[in-house]
């Protein structure tokens, strides 16, 4: 979690054949962001985290976990963290067994407290811009002190600096510097470009 909150960007990837895995990481590591959350919203996702975690040079996880079943592929393929969308008791208990950093989804005062009794408290908060926004992250904090966020869906370049002006958003994830349509037709070039576009937004370095 530490290294995610260093880098600030964590690109939400769909990867419809594994085959595109390699390109991909090497898109995100040109564009500065060696960093990617890999959905379980495919077939293809073990293998292309398998792919991505062999190269040693991109922190993968694995997201859209709903299950335990999910995490223990998740893990066996390399994933060096786990995302759920929502907050799930097993899901958070198997990644503590299989020692691995876990980031739950919680977007209500409930679903928080009942992370941090499981012993989270960085959490998902998604979909963040149906679910009140960077308004709704800083009312939310407020209570609780020790938590940090990290805000997805409905994040892009026009509202990311609402996000990272926040000091308990941890990272901000998205899926706009890596478009579905660009990975699957291989225009790695372009990927890499709206990367390094994204991490100059996020750093305040844009031209």
């Known amino acids: 979690m530490e290294r995610l909150g260093a880098h600030r960007l964590v690109p939400v990837v769909v990867l419809d054949d594994a085959a595109d895995a390699d390109g991909l990481a090497r898109a995100l590591v040109a564009g500065g962001l060696p960093v990617a959350e890999v959905t379980f919203r495919t077939p293809a996702a073990e293998e292309s985290i ?15 976990v709903l299950t335990v079943d999910q995490v223990d592929r998740a893990v066996a393929a390399g994933a060096s963290y786990v995302v759920s969308p929502g907050l799930s008791r097993a899901v958070i208990e198997r990644c503590g067994e299989h020692g691995v950093a876990v ?10 407290q009942a992370a941090l009794e499981l012993g989270v408290s960085t959490l998902k908060f998604f979909p963040a811009g149906t679910s009140g926004g960077a308004k709704a992250i800083a009312a939310l904090a407020a209570p609780f002190g020790g938590v940090s966020f990290v805000p997805t869906g409905g994040i892009g370049r026009a509202n990311l600096h609402e996000y990272l002006a926040l000091p308990c958003v941890h990272a901000v994830g998205g899926s706009w510097m890596v478009p579905r349509d660009l990975v699957s037709t291989g225009r790695f070039e372009k990927v890499a470009a709206l990367v390094a576009e994204a991490v100059a937004l996020a750093t305040g370095k844009e031209a």
């Open 103 to 112: 980031l739950p989804g919680a977007v209500t005062a409930t679903e928080v």
């Open 50 to 64: 398998k792919i991505i975690a062999a190269r040693g040079d991109v922190i993968v996880g694995a997201g859209t």
